[in-house]
C-alpha cells in the first residue's frame, strides 16, 4: 500500500509526517506544474471546477509512481468537493489504475472520524494514531505562522525575493524535520530569520484582503501566485483562510476566537446573504465588510470559474463595495487563466489602489 | 388580497401548483411573469453575474417582468428539502441574490426551507410569511395542507405522463390516440432546462416531431428514484440530481427507453459531476449523450446534435431488430 493525498499549499510537508509517522508508505505527488493541470483537464469532465481538476492530476501523477490509496476528505454540504472522489474514482478505474479511497467524512465528527480512518489504514493504536495527527497539527501552525509573517515582511523588503528566499529556505529545512520539537525549533528559527530580513521601515503598504474559495486561496499555482505578485508590487496582504484556523473551528471547536470571527463575518453579511451557501461564499461577502471596516484599501476575491458559492458572492459584491466604498478585485481561475493579462489586471489594480489611499491622503490632509 | 408574484423560472416547475393553492387558500391573487421571450432573457443575462448559469439570468429576467405588476415576490429559499441533501448554492442565495442585482422591488416573501439543520426555523419563517399577510398560524396551517393536496394531485398527474405545463394548468387538451412511436427517449434534467420551450429552443417539441416518445424523471415516483440512485452512488447529496441518477439507473435496467438524453446548464456545478458519472455507467449499455446549453446555444447546433442522436438509435435498433430476426429464422 501506497498512500497519497492532493496538494494543497503546503500541506505536503505536515500530510507527508503524518503518514511516515504512522509507518505507511507516502507517496508526494509531484509539485503541481502544467503537466498536473492537463493531465487533469484531460480526464476530469469539462464543466468541473479548477479544485477537482488539479487534484484529478495529482493523483494521476502519483498513481502513476505507484501510489493505490487515496487520501482525502469527503461529506455531504461541502458544495462540489464533498462529491469529487465519487467521479475521481470512477475516471481512474476506468485508466485502468487500482485504487482505494481512504475518505475522512468532515460534515460531523472530524476528528474522530480522521482518527478511526488512520487506525484503518495503519494498524496502528490510537494513542500512535493520535500522537502522529500532533505531529502533523504541529506542522500545520508552525507553517501558518510562517506564512503569516511572509506576507508582512514582503511588501517591507528592502530586496526583493529576498523573504521568499527565507522562506523556501526554512520549508526546506521542514520538509526534513521529523518530530515536534523539531518542527518548532525550525519554524522559530524560520520566524527570526524572516523577521531579519531588511525592510524599510517608513513603508506603509497597502492592506489588501485575499478571500475566496478554500483550494485556490491555499494553492498558489492556481492564482499565478497572486500573494508573491502582490507582495513584490508592495502590498500587505491578509488571508482568513487557513488550516491551522480550519483545524480548530473544525476539529476542536473550543478555540473560541475563530469561532467568534467566522460568526461575525456571517453577522457582518446578513444584510446581504443571510445563509450559509456552503464552500466559502458567506464568509467572502462577510469578511469584505469586516475588511472595510477595518481600513483595508481593498480585496482579492479569488475563485474557480463556476464555482457557485463564488458567484453567489459576486452577485452581492458590488453593492458591498459601493456600500462600504472598498474597491474588489474578482479574479476567476481556470486552466487558461495565469496568462499576461492576469498580471496586467493586478498592476492595474494595485495602482488603483495606490491612487486612492494619496488622494484620500490628500483630503485627510486638507 | 395582496398579489404575490411567482416567477416562471427554476422551482416554478417542480413547486408552482404547491405554493398557487397556498396563497388562493389565504385569499390572495397569484401573478406569474410571461413566458420567457428575448426580453426576459436579457433583462435576465443584463442583472445577473455573467458567469453564472443561464436558469439562473433567466429567474433575473422573470423577476423583472413581474416586479411592477405585484404587491409581492415570492422567492424561497430552498436549502434542504429531505434530510442530508441540499439545493444547489444557488438556490441557497435567490433571494439575497435577487435582492443584489434587481432594483425596485416589491417587498420579497422568502420563506426557508431546510430540513437538514434548521427544520425549527422553516416551520416559524412560514407563520412569519402569514403574519406579513394577515394569517393567523391556523389559516398558515389550513393554507399549506391545501398546497401539498395540490402537490400530490399535480404529482400524480405527471406520473400518468401529463407534461410540467399540463399539470400546471390542470387540464389537457383531448389528443387523439398517442401515435405509435418508434423511438423512446428519457430526457433527464432539471425540469427548467427543458419545459421552458423558449429557453430550450422546443428540445421536447423538436424530439416528439423527430417521432421519439419523451419521458422525464417525473413519470417516475420519487421515493423509487432516491432508492435507485443509490444503485449508481450513495453520495449523491443533491436532491435534484439524485432524480436524474435514479432515473438513468431505472432506464438502465428496464430499457424502456432507447436511449438518454442529459441536458444541463454550462455553468451548472452538481451536474457537471452527476450527468459524468451517469454518462460513465450508462454509455456502453444503452445510448445516452449530454447537452449542455447556455444562453449562446443556437438553434442549428442542438438540431444537428439530436438528429445524430436519434440516427444512431434508429440504427442500432434496427440492427438489433434484424439480428434478431435472423436468429428466430435460423433457429
Ligand atoms: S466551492 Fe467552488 S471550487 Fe469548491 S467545490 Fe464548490 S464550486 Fe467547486
Ligand atoms: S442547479 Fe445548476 S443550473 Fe440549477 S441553479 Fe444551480 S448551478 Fe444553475
Not at chain 1, 500532533?134 to 508582512?152: F, P, Q, S, T
Not at chain 1, 520549508?171 to 521529523?178: P, T, V
Amino acid at each position: 500500500m501506497k498512500v497519497t493525498f492532493p496538494h494543497m499549499g503546503t500541506l505536503y510537508i505536515p500530510l507527508r509526517l503524518l503518514f511516515t509517522n504512522l509507518g505507511l508508505e507516502v507517496v508526494v505527488p509531484p509539485p503541481i506544474s502544467k503537466e498536473t493541470m492537463n493531465l487533469g483537464v484531460r480526464h476530469s469532465p469539462e464543466g468541473a471546477c479548477l479544485p477537482f481538476k488539479l487534484t484529478l492530476g495529482n493523483y494521476l501523477e502519483a498513481a502513476a509512481l505507484g501510489a493505490d490509496t487515496f487520501f482525502m476528505a469527503q461529506g455531504y454540504g461541502l458544495c462540489r468537493f464533498g462529491f469529487y472522489t465519487e467521479v475521481q474514482q470512477k475516471i481512474m478505474r476506468e485508466l485502468g489504475y487500482d485504487c482505494n479511497m481512504a475518505l475522512v467524512n468532515i460534515s460531523q465528527n472530524v476528528l474522530q472520524n480522521l482518527l478511526r480512518r488512520l487506525k484503518e489504514l495503519s494498524g496502528k493504536s490510537y494513542l500512535q494514531v493520535l500522537r502522529a495527527v500532533r505531529l502533523a497539527l504541529v506542522g500545520i501552525k508552525v507553517l501558518d505562522d510562517l506564512e503569516k509573517l511572509l506576507y508582512k515582511v514582503r511588501p517591507r523588503e528592502l530586496r526583493k525575493g529576498e523573504s521568499t528566499k527565507v522562506y523556501q529556505n526554512t520549508l526546506a529545512r521542514l520538509e526534513r524535520a521529523s518530530s515536534v520539537s523539531e518542527l518548532r525549533r525550525v519554524g522559530s528559527e524560520g520566524l527570526q530569520e524572516l523577521a531579519a530580513v531588511s525592510q524599510d521601515p517608513n513603508r506603509t503598504p497597502l492592506r489588501v484582503g485575499i478571500l475566496g474559495e478554500f483550494y485556490v486561496v491555499l494553492e498558489p499555482f492556481t492564482s499565478s501566485d497572486v500573494e508573491r505578485r502582490l507582495g513584490e508590487m508592495g502590498v500587505e496582504i491578509t488571508k482568513y483562510l487557513y488550516p491551522s484556523d480550519w483545524v480548530s473551528f473544525h476539529m476542536f471547536m473550543q478555540l473560541f476566537r475563530i469561532f467568534k470571527e467566522h460568526k461575525s463575518a456571517a453577522e457582518a453579511a446578513r444584510p446581504y446573504l443571510a445563509y450559509n451557501v456552503s464552500g466559502d461564499g458567506l464568509q467572502t461577502v462577510g469578511q469584505t465588510i469586516l475588511c472595510a471596516e477595518e481600513g483595508f484599501d481593498g480585496i482579492v476575491q479569488l475563485y474557480p470559474f463556476t464555482c457557485m458559492p463564488e458567484i453567489v458572492a459576486k452577485h452581492l459584491l458590488p453593492k458591498v463595495s459601493d456600500d462600504y466604498r472598498i474597491p474588489v478585485l474578482s479574479l476567476g481561475l481556470d486552466e487558461h487563466s495565469g496568462n499576461a493579462g492576469f498580471v496586467t489586471r493586478l498592476e492595474a489594480y494595485v495602482d488603483l489602489l495606490n491612487r486612492r489611499k494619496s488622494l484620500m491622503g490628500r483630503e485627510a490632509a486638507k | 388580497m395582496a398579489k404575490v408574484g411567482i416567477p416562471r423560472a427554476l422551482f416554478y416547475y417542480d413547486y408552482f401548483p404547491l405554493w398557487q393553492a397556498f396563497f388562493e387558500a389565504l385569499g390572495h391573487q397569484v401573478m406569474v411573469s410571461d413566458a420567457t421571450n428575448k426580453g426576459i432573457l436579457e433583462d435576465g443575462i443584463k442583472r445577473a453575474v455573467d458567469e453564472t448559469c443561464l436558469p439562473v439570468k433567466l429567474y433575473m429576467g422573470h423577476v423583472q417582468n413581474l416586479r411592477d405588476r405585484v404587491d409581492y415576490l415570492f422567492i424561497p429559499r430552498l436549502v434542504s428539502l429531505e434530510e442530508k441533501h441540499f439545493s444547489c448554492p444557488k438556490f441557497i442565495g435567490l433571494p439575497d441574490m435577487v435582492r443584489g442585482c434587481v432594483p425596485n422591488l416589491p417587498p420579497i416573501l422568502d420563506v426557508l426551507v431546510d430540513l437538514t439543520d434548521n427544520k425549527k426555523l422553516t416551520r416559524s419563517s412560514l407563520l412569519e410569511l402569514g403574519k406579513l399577510l394577515g394569517a393567523s398560524p391556523a389559516q398558515v396551517g389550513g393554507a399549506y395542507q391545501a398546497g401539498l393536496q395540490a402537490h400530490r394531485s399535480y404529482r400524480a398527474r405527471l406520473k400518468q405522463g401529463w407534461s410540467h405545463e399540463e399539470g400546471i394548468r390542470g387540464s389537457r387538451p383531448e389528443t387523439l390516440a398517442e401515435p405509435e412511436n418508434l423511438l423512446r427517449v428519457a430526457l433527464l434534467s432539471h425540469p427548467y432546462n427543458i419545459c421552458d420551450s423558449w429557453a430550450s429552443n422546443n428540445l421536447m417539441g423538436k424530439l416528439k416531431r423527430m417521432g421519439a416518445a419523451v419521458t422525464t424523471a417525473d413519470a417516475l415516483s420519487l421515493g423509487y428514484l432516491r432508492q435507485k440512485a443509490n444503485t449508481l452512488s450513495e453520495q449523491i447529496y443533491w436532491t435534484f440530481e439524485k432524480k436524474l441518477a435514479g432515473a438513468a439507473m431505472h432506464y438502465l435496467e428496464t430499457r424502456e427507453v432507447d436511449g438518454i438524453i442529459l441536458v444541463m446548464a454550462f455553468e451548472c456545478g452538481p451536474d457537471s459531476l452527476v450527468t459524468e458519472l451517469i454518462e460513465r455507467e450508462v454509455r456502453d449499455k444503452l445510448p445516452v449523450m449530454t447537452l449542455c446549453m447556455d444562453e449562446h446555444t443556437g438553434e442549428a447546433g442542438i438540431m444537428t446534435r439530436l438528429e445524430a442522436f436519434v440516427d444512431m438509435i434508429v440504427r442500432q435498433k434496427s440492427r438489433q431488430e434484424a439480428a434478431a430476426a435472423k436468429e428466430w429464422a435460423e433457429a
